[in-house]
């Protein structure tokens, strides 16, 4: 299995593997990662001609090896995105001929959320020898702790514990509100050191949107 840090790695050297597998119980890894390839991978201009985003529940596994065999249009790369691919069901295997030959110019993104895709399927097997694959489990509240602690730290702010607690009640659901908090927090505070009642002023108005 793969980290965030290298996949993000990947798209910051331009680096690509054919097909990215973002899987797992946690979707808010699997929708920042997605968000990352889709900000950093075409320019705005590149995007109105090679970004495909599709769903599962509204496409055929047919429409899907189509777009991936299109090249790309005044871009070194195009990049197809399946949101929530569990919804193909069954039907997934059906890739696996595409991703035996895949094109070096296509970037194929697999959301595959709620669940992790059995390992056990050919597709799968496919998928680890020709891309890379990322889990997304729940965290465990010590985790989630460390998680927030460690995102503060990286954006220049010291926490202190009691903060930390006010965020970890629901912890996996809360984590992209925790995200946007830090962000307005930053935008908010010029003191480099997050106090309970920075935190829990901003915390709470968007918990009670």
């Not at 949101?83 to 193909?88: G, I, P, S, W």
């Not at 965290?139 to 009691?162: A, L």
Request: a positive charge.
């Amino acid at each position: 299995m793969n980290t965030i840090s290298e996949i993000k790695n990947d798209i910051k050297l331009k680096n690509f593997s054919a097909v990215y597998l973002l899987m797992g119980e946690e979707e808010f890894f699997i929708d920042q990662i997605t968000q990352v390839f889709i900000d950093n991978v075409l320019s705005k201009n590149e995007k109105e001609f090679n970004l495909n985003i599709i769903y599962g529940k509204d496409a055929n596994v047919d429409t899907i090896v189509s777009i991936c065999k299109k090249y790309p249009l005044m871009s070194d790369y195009q990049l197809v995105i399946i949101k929530e691919a569990q919804d193909l069901g069954n039907t997934i295997e059906n890739l696996t001929n595409y991703l035996k030959n895949p094109l070096s110019s296509t970037i194929l993104v697999i959301n595959y959320k709620h669940k992790f895709m059995d390992k056990r399927k050919s597709i799968f097997k496919l998928i680890q020898k020709k891309g890379k694959i990322f889990e997304s489990k729940f965290m465990y509240d010590n985790q989630v702790q460390k998680w927030i602690s460690d995102r503060f730290i990286n954006n220049g702010f010291t926490i202190d514990q009691k903060s930390i607690f006010i965020n970890t009640k629901n912890p996996n659901k809360q984590l992209p509100i925790i995200m946007k908090t830090l962000s307005d927090l930053s935008l908010s505070i010029s003191n480099i050191e997050v106090k309970k009642s920075n935190l829990e002023q901003v915390f709470l108005k968007l918990t009670n949107k």
